[in-house]
Structures are given as C-alpha cells and as structure tokens.
Antibody
Framework: QVHLVESGGGLVKPGGSLRLSCAAS????????MGWIRQAPGKGLEWVSY????????HYADSVKGRFTISRDTARSSLYLQMSSLTAEDTAVYYC??????WGQGNLVTVSS | DIVVTQSPDSLAVSLGERATINCKSS????????????LAWYQQKPGQPPKLLIY???TRDSGVPDRFSGSGSGTDFTLTISSLQAEDVAVYYC?????????FGQGTKVEI
C-alpha cells in the first residue's frame, strides 16, 4: 500500500526559508519520477517541481524557479523541497507524490508576517 | 506549455445515474515509444488530498470501484462514473504528465 507522508511545513515570514520532506513507502521509490504539487486556499491544483527517478533531471514551475530546489534520497526513500525567498503567494498545502502513484496527505505552508 | 481544459466546470447528477467529465489537451499526450497516454484522473473531497483514480488514461488504481472508468487517447479524454453514489460528490481533476510543466485541468465539481 502506497504511503507518502510530508513534513516540515508551518508558518514562515516573507523572505524566509523552509524545507519539506516526504517519506515514501509501499512502492519501489527508485523506479518512479517524483514531484511536488500545491493547492492554495480555495484554489485548484498546481504543479511545482519534478525530479527524475535517478535524480539527475529536475524541472520547476516558473513561479518557483530559482527559489525552490527538489532532491531525493533513494536510500531513505525520501523526497525533499528546499524553499527560499518565500512570499505570500507560496502559501498552500504542498503534496508530494507521482502521477501514477498518488499524492500524500499534504503539509500546509503559510507565509505571513 | 500544454493547456488542459476540463468540461463542464460543474454538474449535478441523480443518484444511480451516469456522470461524464471531459478533459481536452492542447497537444497529444500519447507517447509513441510506449503507446501510453500520460493522463491521470483524481478525486478530491473537501479537506482531503487528491486521490488517484485512473492513470495512463484508462488504468484504474488499486481499490478504486469499477464504476469509475477512463477512456480516450491523444487529446481527448473522459472520466465516467457509471452509477453515481453519494460518496462520489467531489471535485475531479485531470493531469497531463506527458511533459513539464505538468498541468492540471481546472476541476469539475460533481454534485447530487
């Protein structure tokens, strides 16, 4: 059974940084490209970032490019999202996962002074 | 970027009746090397994460009731709920993962 658990979210001031983690289990983590999506309050789903199964290839939405960094640790079956220079527009629930596997329960990031 | 457009934005269906949601992509999502359509469907209920229903356009995820089915190829796709149940009230999203940026449809709200 697929299990994806995000952690590391919370309240952060504008301009601050935060690192999200995602622990994966129930599937062969190394076989799947992974990603982060987010959902601002009352809004639809938005793709944030992608990382290939090997970890060598990454892509980012224009809205986060240069501020967010995705990475993975295959030995730990874990995915990460380092977020910096955060603004109010980054306030959202962040989900980790993969299109064919599903998404975690989400972690709320609130950017506010 | 690939634009994904869902229709309708909302629909009301009687219990036991069929619900049909469409998803149209601005480019083909059929990858020639593996003959797969890179399109998934998700169900999201209030306060819950999106739940995977269908991937590769027509493969039902494990544990998903067989009243949910996906069809289509290329640029036009459909999610069908053959006999709507009360627990199916939710917002449904399609996602193209053929290329980045992955793009979601705007969502379709299904009500009784």
């Amino acid at each position: 059974q697929v299990h994806l658990v995000e952690s590391g979210g919370g309240l952060v001031k504008p301009g601050g940084s935060l690192r999200l983690s995602c622990a994966a289990s129930g599937f062969t983590f190394s076989d799947y490209y992974m990603g982060w999506i987010r959902q601002a309050p009352g809004k639809g789903l938005e793709w944030v970032s992608y990382i290939s199964s090997s970890g060598t290839l990454t892509h980012y939405a224009d809205s986060v490019k240069g501020r967010f960094t995705i990475s993975r640790d295959t030995a730990r079956s874990s995915l990460y999202l380092q977020m910096s220079s955060l603004t109010a527009e980054d306030t959202a629930v962040y989900y980790c996962g993969s299109p064919n596997v599903g998404w975690g329960q989400g972690n709320l990031v609130t950017v506010s002074s | 970027d690939i634009v994904v457009t869902q229709s309708p934005d909302s629909l009301a269906v009687s219990l036991g009746e069929r619900a049909t949601i469409n998803c149209k992509s601005s480019q083909s999502l059929l990858y020639s090397s593996d003959n797969k359509n890179y399109l998934a469907w998700y169900q999201q209920k209030p306060g819950q994460p999106p739940k995977l229903l269908i991937y590769w356009a027509s493969t039902r995820d494990s544990g998903v009731p067989d009243r949910f089915s996906g069809s289509g190829s290329g640029t036009d796709f459909t999610l069908t709920i053959s006999s709507l149940q009360a627990e199916d009230v939710a917002v449904y999203y399609c996602l193209q993962y053929y290329t980045t940026p992955w793009t979601f449809g705007q969502g379709t709200k299904v009500e009784i």
